[in-house]
Nanobody
Framework: QVQVVESGGGLVQEGGSLRLSCAASGSGFSVNDMSWYRQAPGKQRELVGTITTGGNTKYVDFVKGRFTISRDNAENTMYLQMNDLKSEDTAVYYC??????????????WGQGTQVTVSS
């Protein structure tokens, strides 16, 4: 069984902060690259950032300087620290995990998402 579970969403005022978590697990799988995506109502899901097993990160321009991705490999957990939140950050935030199975192939798994609402 493979599980990808996000948590930490909520309601925050503009300028505030939130920290999201994503826990990935699966018997017979190892967790490789993990990514955060977000999707606002009526909008296309978009990439926020990616982190490798070694901790290398990449971010899209609209969150650079405000968001930070980290991970705890011992717990297979990825975090998204969001600071200086803006109204346009309101969205459902999704975790995606690339997981390598015993057959050597990688598979992409999605979490259910966690709602982040930034009030003005």
């Amino acid at each position: 069984q493979v599980q990808v579970v996000e948590s930490g969403g909520g309601l925050v005022q503009e300028g505030g902060s939130l920290r999201l978590s994503c826990a990935a697990s699966g018997s017979g799988f190892s967790v490789n690259d993990m990514s955060w995506y977000r999707q606002a109502p009526g909008k296309q899901r978009e990439l926020v950032g990616t982190i490798t097993t070694g901790g290398n990160t990449k971010y899209v321009d609209f969150v650079k300087g405000r968001f930070t991705i980290s991970r705890d490999n011992a717990e297979n957990t990825m975090y998204l620290q969001m600071n200086d939140l803006k109204s346009e950050d309101t969205a459902v935030y999704y975790c995606n995990a690339l997981m390598r199975a015993v057959n050597g192939f990688q598979y992409s798994y999605w979490g259910q998402g966690t709602q982040v609402t930034v009030s003005s």
